[in-house]
C-alpha cells in the first residue's frame, strides 16, 4: 500500500460515529418494527383482496354460467311439466313425422323424432306450444304400457349447452337433452 | 441476525463512505439513518453493498433536490454557500475537498473498501478503464498537493 493510500485509509478509519449517534440509528429500527406491522396488516388486506377478486372471477367464469343454466334447464322443465299435465288435445293425428312436421310450417327448425324414443314410444300426433316464449312442437306419444308422454321440440339458445338432465316437477318427469341446435324435453 | 458490536462497525463503515460523498458529518449521519431505516424496512440484509448502494441512491436523490432548493436560495441570499465541517486531518480533508464527488468516491471504494475497479465500474456505471485513469490521476495530485501544503 502506497503512503498516500495508508493516509486516506487511516483518515476514513479515524471518522466514526458517536455512541449517541449509533443509538439514534439503531433506535429507528423500533419504528421500523412498527412499520412492518401496518405492512403486514397491508399485505394481509392485499392477498385477501387478491382472493376475493379470484373467488370473484372463478364465481363469474364458471359458477355464475352454471348456476343460470341450471335455473333456465329448471324454467324450461316447470313449463314443460305444466304443459305436460294439461294434456291439451293434439291438432295433427298422424304417426308419421314427416307428415306431421309438413302440416307444422310454422316452426322455424325441422322436425324430428330421435331414434332413441323410436323403440318405446309411438308417435300419435301433434300440436303447437310455446317454451320460454318460442314456438315448440308438442309431440304426443304412447308408450309400450299405454302410458302418454310428451315431447317437446324447440329451438335453444345459441350459447346454452348442456349433457341429458332430468328434473322432476309436480311428480313430472321431465328428461332434457339438446341435439344440434334443438332442445328436446320428454314429459311422463 | 447482526449482533451489536458488528451493526456499529458496520455502520461506523457505512459513515464513512457517507462522508466521502458528503464531506459532511451531519449529512453523512442523515444518510446512514436513512438508509438503515430503508434497509430494515425492505427486510434486506444488513451488509455492506447494500448500505453502499442505498447510502448512494440517497445522496443522488438528496443532490438533485438539494439543487432545486440551493437555485432558489442563492437567488435570494446570494452569498449563501456550502462550507464543508473540517475538524480533524486539515491537509489531507483540504485535498479531499478539491476533488469532486466522483473522485472522492472512487478514491474511497479502492483504498478504504477495497473494491477492485471493475467492482467500483459496475457500482457506479463507468466504464473500469475511467475508474483506473481517475484513480491513477487523483492519487498523483493528492500526492503532489499533500508536498506543497507540507512545504507552506
Redesign the interface.
Known sequence: M????S???S???????TDE??D???N??I??DR??RS?NLSEILKYAAIFVLLVGTIYSIFLFPMYQKNALLNDYATEIAYNHRKNLPIEIISSDIEQIGAKMEKLNFTLEFPDSLQENYNLVGSRYCSVDNRIAAQLKLLGQNEQVATLFIFKKNKDLEFEIKTIVKNDVKVMLWESDDLIFALAK | MVCDKDLDDLLNQAYRYALSLTLNENDAFDLVQNSYLKLVEKRKPLIISYFIITIRNQFIDDRRKQKVKWDWLSKLHPSTSYEPNFTVEPYLEKVLSELNVKEREIIFLSVVQEYTAQEISDLMTIPRGTVLSILHRMKLKMKNKLKEKSRE
Open positions: 502506497s503512503n498516500i493510500d493516509k486516506i485509509k483518515y476514513y478509519l479515524s471518522r466514526k460515529l449517534q449509533l439514534i440509528i439503531k429507528t429500527k419504528k421500523s412499520s412492518h405492512s
